[in-house]
């Protein structure tokens, strides 16, 4: 009877309407009953949005902590480290044995040995020549008070007096540590503080080449028409060349 089966194979899916199915032609119809609201096409776009941006943000603010200028020492706050090491009791340098007096007379003479004045400038000069005299004599309240100065002093240097500051505070430094243990540590944290400002300020990099080597003297003169450059460079050479050929 093709007239009664051919309604009933047209019927047969509205027979079972809530059974669940998994033929493509019911998944097919649940996607076309779907509309994806405004906010769920969102999501995606600002969930990938937001992951893009942390290995954008992140990277950087690395970067910049991680600067070597942000980890380089100030050398004022070490110089107000040295300053602070000497602040002891009144008699302790003079209650020092003899052999340890001695190491701070030599320590006395490489902070101050040489033309102190020329490198270091007259200010720092004659405070580094005065904290060697209290040394010499076992002054630890002098000592104390001079080496209070030695922060503000060092700020205003040039580069070539902070080198030379740098390389004296290193050499007198070996000398307290070479004191070895006494009292409470107090000789070698002076040594410590002393080494690593000698070694920043001592390691600052001097271009000192504009300053060392003289501008060269430019003249010009003038034959007619003809302008010739003259510099003692020049001066000297056609002076030679005027001996040879008996100009």
Request: charged content about 20%.
């Amino acid at each position: 009877m093709p007239s009664s089966s051919s309604p009933l194979l047209h019927l047969q899916p509205l027979t079972f309407p809530s059974t669940p199915s998994h033929s493509p032609t019911l998944l097919f119809h649940q996607n076309l009953n779907y509309f994806p609201s405004k906010t769920s096409l969102r999501k995606p776009f600002n969930s990938k949005k937001l992951q893009l941006s942390k290995p954008q943000t992140i990277p950087f603010a690395l970067t910049e902590s991680d600067s070597p200028k942000s980890l380089e020492p100030n050398p004022q706050t070490l110089l107000q480290e040295v300053a602070d090491s000497f602040d002891l009791p009144s008699d302790y340098f003079s209650q020092l044995p003899g052999d340890l007096r001695l190491d701070l007379n030599d320590a006395a003479f490489d902070l101050s040995n040489g033309p102190v004045i020329d490198e270091c400038g007259l200010e720092l000069g004659e405070t580094l020549l005065n904290i060697s005299r209290a040394w010499e004599q076992a002054d630890t309240s002098t000592s104390r008070t001079l080496a209070s100065k030695l922060p503000l002093l060092g700020s205003s240097l040039t580069d070539n007096a902070k080198s030379a500051f740098g390389r004296r505070l290193v050499t007198a430094g070996r000398r307290f540590q070479a004191m070895g243990q006494y009292g409470q540590g107090e000789l070698q944290k002076i040594a410590k503080a002393m080494t690593a400002a000698g070694k920043l300020l001592s390691a600052i990099s001097v271009s000192a080449t504009s300053d060392e080597q003289p501008k060269m003297e430019t003249r010009m003169l003038k034959f007619g028409d003809l302008q010739v450059e003259v510099t003692s460079e020049k001066a000297n050479i056609g002076a030679a060349i005027g001996f040879v050929f008996g100009l």
